[in-house]
Structure formats: C-alpha cells, structure tokens
C-alpha cells in the first residue's frame, strides 16, 4: 500500500505570494492532517480534514486554509506569505480523526524570500 | 488543554534501556498520551499510546503514572538507528473533537 505522498516537496516563494501545497492520503483513510514544524516553535498542529469537513483548528492566522476533496485529497493554501511561514510542511492521514496511528508524509520544505 | 514538557536531548548507549519522561501535569481524565518520534529528514513515526495503563508493543513501553501527571517511555535495547526526536503529545477528545498539544520534543542519541 502507497504511504502519504506530498507535493511538491521543495518549493522557493517570495514574500506576498500564495502556495499550495497537496497531501494524497494512504488509499481508504479519510482522515488528513497538516502540520507546520520550524525550528523555533517545533512540530504545530494546522488544521484536520475528515470527509471534506474541517474538523479542527489550530491557533493559524486566516492566511492558513485548506481544503479536501471527495477522493480524501487534501490541499493547503498559504496567502500573503511572510518570511515566518518557511518551515516543513507535514500532512498525515488516518483512517478516522486522529486515529490510534497517524502516518505521516515526508513534508514540503516552504522558504520564503 | 494540557501541555507537555520533556527533556530536550538525552544520550543513550546502544544495548541499553533509554528512558524518555515527560510532564503533562495538566492532563484529565480524557486524555491520551501519544509518543511519536521523528528521524531526521522524514515525517513523525507513531511509537505508541495510553490512557491509564502502562502499555506494550514491538517498539516500546509505556509507563504512566497513577496520578498520570508524567509517563516514561522505555526503548528497551537502544539501537543507533533510535537515534531522533521524540514527541510526548496529549491528545483530548470532547464532543468528538480533540485538541492536540506537542512538547518540544527530546533529541535522543544513541551512541556506540
């Protein structure tokens, strides 16, 4: 069975842009979580999707959104971009929220210049 | 919600029992404890999980006091590709919505 897959998994913006970043979750979970880790603040929970319904919020600016899809796709969207928002970006997937076990993707690294 | 401390790094020598604490001082009777760890360049591995009682898999042990203000996760014979970042997280469920709260996380290094 395919593991999380996420893209792009490197990616270069400058300051006031936008970024979409897209997590394709193990085949059958309907469950996706995003994570921001930087150095600074460590490993920070997003936000969390289950059957194209935001479930659950961490404590983002609006500039933070996503979205799911019908296929349990899950994309994220970062608006306005500020030097503070380059990090690694991580989704994981479950089949239900914040299952026993998440599994996580290999993340996209977001620099900002 | 509650909130979790841990140590930030700690040395371990391969064979041996490595013994990770971390305080969720907090914590209430709804809330699980989770330990992740995280190898450098990939995402989080789930490690294992508990409520009340202590808890056992193939990768390790949990140990959870009675109070359950602290728990101690036990790798029993470290190896050097235990070496990562461990995460103790406290998981809450209310009405079906949970909250999440990350420590800082514990650098473990296991040396030869």
């Known amino acids: 069975k395919a593991g999380v897959t996420q893209t792009p998994r490197y990616l270069i913006k400058t300051r006031g842009q936008q970024v979409t970043l897209s997590c394709s979750p193990i085949s059958g979970h309907r469950s996706v979580s995003w994570y921001q880790q930087t150095p600074g603040q460590g490993l920070q929970f997003l936000f969390e999707?289950?059957?194209?319904?935001?479930?659950n919020k961490g404590n983002f600016p609006g500039r933070f959104s996503g979205r799911q899809f019908s296929n349990s796709r899950s994309e994220m969207n970062v608006s306005t971009l500020e030097l503070g928002d380059s990090a690694l970006y991580l989704c994981?997937?479950?089949?239900?929220?914040?299952?026993?076990?998440?599994?996580f993707g290999p993340g996209t690294r977001l620099t900002v210049l | 919600d509650a909130k979790t401390t841990q140590p930030p790094s700690m040395d371990c020598a391969e064979g041996r029992a490595a013994n990770l604490p971390c305080n969720h001082s907090t914590i209430s009777g709804n809330e699980y404890v989770y330990w992740y760890r995280q190898i450098h360049s990939q995402g989080p591995q789930y490690i294992i999980h508990?409520?009340?009682n202590n808890e056992t898999n193939e990768m390790a042990s949990l140990i959870i006091t009675e109070d359950r203000k602290s728990s101690t996760l036990i790798l029993p014979h470290a190896t050097l590709r235990d070496t990562a970042v461990y995460y103790c997280i406290v998981r809450v469920v209310t009405g079906g919505d949970y909250k999440l709260s990350f420590g800082a996380g514990t650098t473990v290094t296991v040396r030869a």
């Open positions: 999707y289950f059957s194209e319904t935001q479930r």
């Open positions: 508990g409520l009340k």
């Open positions: 994981a997937s479950s089949p239900y929220p914040f299952d026993t076990e998440q599994f």
